[in-house]
């Protein structure tokens, strides 16, 4: 009866990461819109002349991510009063003829917009609605989970990558950039880095980590290590060596 029952688990392990994973990675639809353009021209997803435009006509994006990844706009509205009917209208389109559907929502600080969300959420009678709101202290998610699964493809450091190995969480991410390269490096110690676009091996990965107590609780316990490297005192300290090697003063190791 033991074996029947682990073969039973490895059996719903197996089907969670490479058939329920995909399905609701598929069947999930982000939306969001940001309150000014500044930050996307800064990161380059728009021009400076468009941006400028934008900012002046009050233009706000919605936008969510293509399947490569890749931060797409979906619409554009006047005004700050109309994103979120715009928002409820996608997000209730993209749920197409299902009976049944989740609707999360949160916020960046603005308490009085998702208040006024919660008023109109009974007009949505199909929709399991979560209002998760602001979240100063993410702490509390962390320490309930074991794993981080990142699954952006266009993230240029992913803060949450640090704060899951502070608080003893598996990472697993696409290795799309240094930074998230380098967070994770070496693969298999510190977190698991895969191609990126590649969600077979993605899966496999995952895969791994929920059926492999050893190795998850060998990462889990390495990454609390690896968190120090980017604690204040450390990343001060490299700073100061930075300038004093620039400024041609000896530094406090020599």
Request: charged share 25%.
């Amino acid at each position: 009866q033991s074996g029947s029952s682990a073969a039973s688990d490895v059996y719903k392990r197996q089907e969670l990461t490479e058939k329920r994973v995909p399905q609701l990675i598929a069947g999930s639809h982000p939306f969001f819109s940001v309150d000014t353009l500044e930050y996307l021209r800064k990161g380059g997803r728009i021009g400076k002349v468009t941006a400028t435009a934008g900012m002046l006509l009050q233009i706000k994006p919605i936008l969510t991510f293509a399947k490569d990844g890749q931060l797409t706009s979906v619409a554009k509205v006047r005004g700050r009063n109309q994103v979120i009917d715009k928002l409820v209208e996608l997000a209730v389109k993209a749920c197409g003829n299902h009976r049944r559907y989740n609707l999360a929502v949160a916020n960046g600080g603005s308490p009085e917009e998702m208040e006024k969300l919660r008023e109109q959420s009974s007009s949505y009678p199909n929709a399991r609605i979560t209002f998760k709101g602001y979240q100063s202290d993410v702490t509390p998610y962390y320490k309930d989970a074991a794993i981080l699964c990142l699954t952006s493809t266009s993230e240029a450091w992913g803060l949450t990558l640090t704060q899951a190995q502070a608080n003893g969480v598996a990472p697993i991410a696409f290795g799309c950039s240094a930074g998230v390269r380098s967070v994770l490096s070496p693969s298999g110690k510190y977190g698991i880095v895969v191609e990126p676009y590649n969600m077979k091996e993605f899966s496999s990965q995952l895969r791994k980590l929920i059926e492999n107590d050893l190795q998850r609780e060998k990462i889990q316990q390495a990454v609390i290590e690896k968190s120090r490297y980017y604690m204040l005192e450390t990343i001060g300290k490299k700073w100061e060596e930075l300038f004093d090697s620039i400024a041609g003063n000896p530094t406090k190791s020599e």
